[in-house]
């Protein structure tokens, strides 16, 4: 009851902003208009009017007493709100042709809610000055740190060949992640038994062929699953390992060299270049963590245990993977479609997408979620038990769900009958979450085009995947269709970014949000070197 109160109160502040700007931009009684901005600024509401506001600026010029009242009620908003504010505010008055000097000496009475100690006075005040200064620099604050900061001062053909070229590297990380999983599924990962930074040389005689073999046979895996192999079945299972591995290092050929050509032609500006360096930094670290899970399998396994690698360790270079992933593709989007359609399409489809967006977002995690809880049916070869449906060895619900072996904790993520009946419930969550969010989302009229083909795709590719799911399970796990739901995980999670980035909201600029746009790539960089740190010191 109180979402539905919040929500009629959002939108009777809108109405009344969007009224007030409407009366003041065409000419109407200029003090009722400003009481009824002041009104909606001071409730700390200016995110809800933001797109009226500038449409009323865009159909006629302000006049200079009106902004300078909204100017001067700006430390009446809360301080999460005032970055946005005065972003709002100095877009308007640049597209009404006004300078913005007057506006700099409003904002520097600040937001309130910085009192308190001195402490959060000084932050209060250091955050504000960034603020102001970026506020002064800029145009319009909010998109100097969005999407279209980008792809700034390019041409649209200038943008497709960068789309081109970041979906090229989608799609290759997409091939990557893929044949990860056929290695698993051929059980190749622990056939190299070494790792060079600059990639490895196969053997080319027969000679080679033995030494190599013979170090393989050093292997607990050799010793305890695989005695009697022969070299040529030592040569299948190399050569998928060394492929995933070789794959990988051509990711960082086919981002570097053709970010050179584009950067030489001034097609690269700072933000952009700034995001590319980062992911060449994740594509780097992703493979010392990759190293860093193979060697786990070379330890000697506890007893009537079968050699194989850390489920944990897999997990996370999985997960590194995923993230490597989310950020190419959502890279990608903001190339190729600045303005989401979302934006492009006005208040009505922004209210529908922020509706929809409440289910889509813990989605996302759910689906997240469920295909890490597949790396680790994966990685205790749970798949290959428990191999009826809709039952498990005829029980709805396993009597060997908790061992007495095993902590709590660690029984969910080591425990077979564990790991694969919570896959299967997180996969029934995702196909219910999502069938439901479609139901919803096709009754919203003004939901944008792209965002509904998002939703009926998402739906179809879910239960599609759910499908397979349960086929590839019912026939002991082949390698084909074992890669083929691994690739449909992909999928499934690709249509899901597609559709959290057509209903993505205007940008906007809190303090929280200008922090994290400004110095997110830095952050994050760091954090990147220290697991990479901290995976070669643990070698």
Not at 11 to 16: E, H, I, K, P, V
Not at 164 to 170: H, I, K, N
Not at 528 to 534: C, E, K, R, S
Request: hydrophobic share 50%; with cysteine; charged share 15%.
């Amino acid at each position: 009851m109180r979402g539905v109160q919040r929500l009629l109160q959002r939108s009777l502040q809108a109405g009344a902003a969007s009224e007030a700007l409407a009366a003041q931009a065409c000419g109407g009684e200029l003090a009722a208009a400003c009481r009824s901005l002041g009104r909606t600024a001071a409730a700390g509401s200016l995110r809800c009017f933001s797109i009226s506001a500038q449409q009323a600026w865009r159909s006629a010029a302000v006049r200079p007493a009106a902004s300078s009242f909204m100017a001067s009620h700006l430390h009446k908003v809360a301080a999460r709100q005032f970055g946005f504010a005065a972003s709002a505010l100095r877009a308007g008055r640049e597209v009404a042709g006004r300078g913005a000097a007057s506006v700099g000496a409003s904002l520097r009475a600040g937001p309130k809610g910085m009192a308190g100690s001195s402490l959060a006075r000084q932050a209060g005040r250091r955050l504000k000055s960034s603020i102001v200064h970026e506020f002064k620099s800029m145009p319009n604050a909010a998109e100097a740190y969005g999407p279209a900061a980008l792809t700034a001062g390019l041409t649209p053909g200038q943008r497709r060949q960068l789309a081109v070229w970041l979906g090229a590297c989608s799609a290759w990380v997409f091939v990557l992640v893929v044949v990860g999983g056929i290695t698993r599924l051929t059980r190749s990962g622990l056939s190299m038994t070494s790792w060079k930074f600059t990639g490895e040389r196969p053997p080319s005689t027969p000679e080679e062929w033995e030494e190599e073999f013979a170090r393989y046979k050093l292997t607990p895996e050799y010793i305890k699953t695989n005695q009697g192999m022969t070299v040529e079945e030592f040569k299948f299972i190399y050569f998928w390992e060394w492929g995933h591995r070789m794959w990988g290092r051509a990711l960082g050929l086919v981002v570097a060299i053709p970010a050179a050509y584009f950067a030489s032609r001034g097609m690269i500006n700072g933000a952009l270049g700034r995001r590319l360096a980062l992911l060449f930094l994740m594509g780097g670290t992703q493979g010392l963590v990759g190293w860093w899970m193979v060697r786990s399998g070379f330890r000697e396994p506890e007893e009537n245990q079968v050699p194989r690698v850390s489920t944990y360790r897999m997990a996370g270079h999985l997960a590194t993977a995923f993230t490597i992933f989310t950020a190419l593709v959502w890279t990608t989007l903001s190339v190729a479609v600045p303005i989401s359609p979302t934006m492009a399409a006005g208040p009505e489809a922004a209210h529908a997408a922020r509706l929809l967006s409440r289910w889509a977002h813990p989605l996302a995690a759910v689906i997240g979620i469920t295909a890490m809880s597949g790396c680790f049916v994966a990685g205790k070869d749970a798949g290959r038990a428990y191999n009826t449906w809709p039952d498990m060895n005829g029980e709805w619900f396993p009597s060997e769900y908790f061992s007495d072996r095993l902590p709590a904790l660690r029984n969910i993520f080591e425990n077979t009958a564990a790991v694969q009946f919570n896959h299967r419930m997180l996969a029934y969550t995702s196909l219910a979450g999502v069938l439901s969010m479609w139901r919803y989302g096709t009754q919203l009229p003004a939901l944008p085009p792209a965002a509904r083909l998002m939703l009926h795709a998402l739906a179809a590719a879910t239960a599609g995947q759910v499908t397979l799911g349960i086929t590839t399970l019912l026939t002991y796990v082949p390698v084909e269709l074992g890669a083929a739901h691994q690739a449909g995980a992909m999928v499934l999670f690709t249509l899901m970014l597609g559709l959290l980035y057509t209903i993505k909201p205007a940008p906007s600029l809190g303090t929280f949000r200008m922090l994290i746009a400004k110095y997110g790539n830095a952050a994050t960089a760091a954090a990147v070197l220290g697991v990479g740190g901290t995976v070669v010191n643990m070698h």
